[in-house]
């Protein structure tokens, strides 16, 4: 009950309804939860901080998949090999792994976000205005 409350903070249209969610929620969980209601006001900020950009980008950044899916492959290549001889030695891996991701993401070029919406979070502002002269 209560992650299928909090859940309905994610759900809302605007920025503004987002946060006003959380308030509602926070006060609501507060009565019979008032650990969960200030663990909400204080993270308030970081939870409520994807509501910042465009909202087509929601889903995307709401989402841990990405990370998850990393750390589920360095997992399983932690598992292959089974016993490190030293801790540098899991780190080799874990970097190996991150180049490995880094090479295919610049060999096979996928966007996670799209072009179009990224111009609408950040425009090209390289329009170059003429000179004027103080004579």
Known sequence: MVAATIRTVFAQPTADAVR?????VADLLGRQFPKVRDMLLEAK???????DFPHQHWKKIQSTNPLERLNREITRRTDVVQVFPN???V??????????????????????????SMDALCPDDTTVLPATSDD
């Not at 006003?20 to 509602?24: F, N, S």
């Not at 900020?45 to 509501?51: I, M, R, Y």
């Open 87 to 89: 801790p540098p030695a």
């Open 45 to 51: 900020e970081d939870l409520t901080a994807f509501a």
């Open 20 to 24: 006003t969610q959380l308030d509602t």
């Open 91 to 116: 780190l080799r891996l874990a970097t190996a792994v991150l180049a490995e991701l880094h090479d295919e993401w610049i060999a096979f070029p996928r966007r996670y976000l799209s072009d179009e």
